[in-house]
């Protein structure tokens, strides 16, 4: 199991949100705890995949809502 990334700068900050590319169309998709396939989503640094600390900050890096 992957743990999620802490915030630079001893925050203290969680950040959980889980950024993923699709293999299939290269669509920068997150998701967030609680949906359905939040806990099978793997996070692989060296593709660009990376993890969020808000849904904002996914929002305005360009990348869109799992909508499962």
């Not at 999620?4 to 993923?20: F, V």
């Not at 609680?34 to 793997?42: D, M, N, S």
């Not at 990376?50 to 849904?55: A, G, K, N, T, V």
């Amino acid at each position: 199991m992957l743990a999620s990334w802490s915030a630079p700068g001893g925050s203290g900050q969680s950040c959980r949100i889980k950024g993923n590319i699709s293999i299939n169309t290269g669509e920068r998709i997150f998701h967030v705890p609680g949906q359905r396939r939040y806990a099978e989503t793997k996070i692989s640094l060296q593709y660009g995949e990376r993890w969020f600390c808000s849904e904002f900050e996914a929002w305005a890096a360009g990348w869109r809502k799992s909508k499962s």
